[in-house]
Each structure stands twice: as C-alpha cells, then as structure tokens.
C-alpha cells in the first residue's frame, strides 16, 4: 500500500493564479481531511469528507475548495492564490471521524 | 471551540537529558493523540490515549492522559538525537469528533 499520496511535493504560484492540489488514499478510509501548517500553529484544518460526496468547511476554508467524487481521491483547489495562503498543505486519511490521521508527505506552497 | 495548549513552544537540550511536553486544554477530549513530525515529512502517529489516568509507555516516552481527559503528557527518559523533532498533541473531542491540534513542540537533542 502506497498510503496517502500528495502531489506536487513543491510549488510557487504568483498572486491571482489558481491550481489544485492532489490527495489519493488507497486504504479505503471513509474520512478524509486537509491542513496547513504554519510556525507556530499546528495543523489547522481547512476542509474534510467523511465520504464520496459529501464535504465540509474546517477552521480555515476561505479561499480553498474540495470534492469527494470517489473514496479514493480528494483534491484541494485554491481559487486565486494570496500571499496568506503559503504554507505546507497536508492531506491525512482515517478510517473514522476521530481516529488515527495517516498523513501525506506534504505539499509546500509559495504564493509571491 | 475547543483548544489545546502545548508547551513548551521549542526545548533544546543535551543528550541523556529527560524532557515532558504538556498538552492542556479546559475541554474534556474522549480521546487524545501524540505525533512525531520529522522536517519534509507528514506527522506520524507515536500513540492515543483513552481512559483518564492511562499511562502508555514506548521504549524512552511515557504518556499520561490527565483523571479528566482535559490534559496530557509526554515524558522522555534519556533522550537522544534521534528523538529530535515535531511533537503534536491532538485531541478528539465533540466537535463532530474532528481533531483538534495543539501548536507543537519543536524538540533539538544535542550530541
């Protein structure tokens, strides 16, 4: 088993430009969640599926969408990237809401 | 909304040394979580805790949930280099059973 996949592993994006960050899981986990994580704040949460077509907003979801088509895969599209939103993306499966988090390698966004 | 407080932010000390980390929160959590973050890389899950009063130990760390599932702690005996790292306290709480993270502790072990 792969785990939890995340790509691009690196990417910088000017003011304004959009794009989409991809998470895959292939333990067939129903819950899955996307962070960033900022010096000295943790992991905040920004979206999460607790299945295939069904989504809701975290702490921080301005700026930020998701999907849940499969089990499977759950992107994350910034609209129009700020500056505000550089910072390292992580993407984490778990079999159920309040259960062990299994976390991808991490995206690393820089917005100029 | 619930919160978990971390502390210290950052500990920098020798080999050989032992260190807690507290996790505190004025909510009660049905479930708390500890993780080890190395740079590059994603949290990976050291150990949760259920029932207040449990103690879980792994190798060197030792990990108490509080008697009131409000607060929580890591202890390491003799650390060494290579428990250098992230550490990140996470809790379960009633918020549709989302975790709740702390701020971490940044943890450097000398040589």
């Known amino acids: 088993n792969a785990g939890v996949t995340q790509t691009p592993k690196f990417q910088v994006l000017k003011t304004g430009q959009s794009m989409t960050l991809q998470c895959a899981q292939d333990?067939?986990?129903?819950?899955m969640s996307w962070y960033r994580q900022d010096p000295g704040m943790g992991l905040r949460l920004i979206h999460y599926?607790?299945?295939?077509?069904?989504?809701d907003q975290g702490e921080v979801p301005n700026g930020y969408n998701v999907s849940r088509s499969t089990t499977e895969d759950f992107p994350l599209r910034l609209l129009s990237a700020a500056p505000s939103q550089t910072s390292v993306y992580f993407c984490a499966s778990s079999p159920d809401r309040g259960g062990r988090r299994y976390f991808g390698p991490g995206t690393r966004l820089t917005v100029l | 909304t619930q919160l978990l407080e971390q502390s210290p932010q950052f500990l920098s000390i020798q080999e050989g040394e032992n260190l807690t980390v507290y996790c505190n929160s004025s909510?009660?959590?049905?479930?708390l979580q500890w993780y080890r973050q190395e740079p590059g890389e994603g949290p990976v899950l050291l150990v949760t805790?259920?029932?207040?009063?449990e103690v879980k130990k792994l190798k060197r760390l030792t990990f108490q949930f509080g008697d009131a599932r409000k607060d929580s702690s890591l202890h390491i005996t003799a650390a060494q280099p290579g428990d250098t790292g992230l550490y990140l306290c996470?809790?379960?709480?009633?918020?549709?059973?989302?975790?709740?993270f702390g701020q971490g502790t940044e943890l450097s072990v000398k040589p």
């Open positions: 599926s607790v299945g295939a077509g069904i989504t």
């Open positions: 996470a809790g379960a709480g009633n918020q549709g059973g989302k975790l709740i």
């Open positions: 909510s009660v959590f049905s479930s």
């Open positions: 333990m067939n986990h129903e819950y």
């Open positions: 805790v259920v029932t207040g009063g």
